[in-house]
């Protein structure tokens, strides 16, 4: 066998394996979603008398940044049957199967007007990240030059500055519209970009990731400018992107440069790869589960207690993660369920395909 075919067939296989670290940052990720719908319950987010308003910077980001790394294989080329065949997995799994959970979540209580709510009942992720599929096919498939990751770039960058609430205001598009697409969500697309190109161009970035010097000054950055955040004009948004940035990059680095820690082998590893995994069952069945009527446990309001509220907050996150995935395992006995709901390849799959 020529060494270029050797070679071709190992980059496939580099393409296709999972990560480990990868997959725990995303249980993790997962993890602090949750946890921040828990906070929700209890009306203390947005209060700036929690640790949340530090976990908002990077969680979102976070999430999206690793689907838009998973996403990108350097075998894949976005041709017309590419596109097609992407889609056709997608849309069941990221559309139709989050509809009927919302469905099933809203009652029939105006399910038109709630899903034109950019929220959508906590249910918007699945259809925004959706929406980033189309903008990265699009431009893949149509600029198939080196060019097109300056495109993805500068979309992202457009999108992020254009939920500026005085741009955002201002655009000439009724609400129901905006909040039919979830445009509110469009900010995260950068994040989304970013992680695909830095999949693409991992070979000359992970370096960064091990620099010391450049591990302080984004945790400094990172740590003094929230400290002085009240020093920051009311209009906060072209300080945020720097500060997500260096939260993004050290928490990435975290978890690269520790990435022994978070194999299979470990418990905490094996159990951050399985939520990672599974966060499309985690983040579909977990809104059911939440705790609604916190509110009227004024204590962590009255009385900020964030170390408190955030180890009650994690333990009952962890508990609903539990159940969560317990459900999830339940509908996933059956292999059509799973592949409809959940995506997942129907026994066999794989091994027609390695035949």
């Known amino acids: 066998m020529s060494k270029s075919k050797t070679a071709s067939a190992s980059e496939q296989q580099s393409a296709t394996k999972r990560i480990e670290y990868i997959d725990a940052l995303r249980g993790f990720t997962m993890i602090l979603v949750v946890l921040h719908h828990v906070a929700d319950c209890w009306g203390v987010v947005g209060l700036d008398i929690s640790v949340h308003e530090y976990l908002l910077q990077v969680r979102m980001p976070m999430f999206f940044f690793i689907s838009g790394f998973v996403l990108y294989k350097s075998t894949v080329v976005w041709n017309a049957s590419q596109v097609i065949g992407f889609f056709r997995k997608k849309i069941p799994v990221q559309l139709i199967a989050p509809f009927l959970f919302f469905v099933l979540f809203v009652h029939g209580d105006n399910v038109l007007g709630q899903f034109c709510l950019h929220s959508k009942c906590k249910f918007w992720f699945t259809f925004v990240l959706f929406e980033y599929y189309v903008f990265y096919a699009a431009i893949r498939f149509f600029m198939r030059k080196w060019w097109s990751d300056i495109i993805l770039v500068a979309l992202g960058l457009f999108l992020y500055f254009i939920n500026w609430p005085i741009i955002y205001d201002s655009i000439p598009v009724p609400e129901y519209v905006k909040g039919f697409f979830s445009m509110q969500g469009w900010n995260y697309f950068l994040f ?31 740590f003094l400018v929230n400290g002085f955040s009240d020093s920051v004009p009311d209009d906060k948004t072209l300080i945020c992107l720097p500060i997500t940035l260096c939260g993004l990059f050290v928490l990435f680095s975290y978890f690269h440069n520790h990435q022994a820690a978070f194999k299979k082998d470990k418990a905490v590893g094996r159990t951050l790869q399985f939520i990672g995994r599974r966060t499309l069952d985690v983040y579909l069945i977990h809104i059911f589960l939440l705790p609604y009527n916190l509110e009227v446990f004024t204590t962590f309001r009255d009385h900020p207690m964030p170390i408190i509220e955030a180890a009650t907050s994690l333990s009952i996150a962890l508990v609903i993660v539990a159940a969560s995935l317990l459900i999830g395992s339940i509908i996933r006995l059956s292999p059509f369920l799973a ?10 799959d794989a091994s027609k395909h390695q035949a």
């Open 192 to 222: 989304f970009a970013l992680g695909t190109l830095v999949k693409k161009h991992f070979s000359h970035i992970e370096k960064w990731f091990e620099n010391s010097l450049l591990l302080a000054i984004c945790i400094l950055f990172y």
């Open 339 to 348: 592949h409809w709901v959940f995506g997942a390849k129907y026994p066999g």
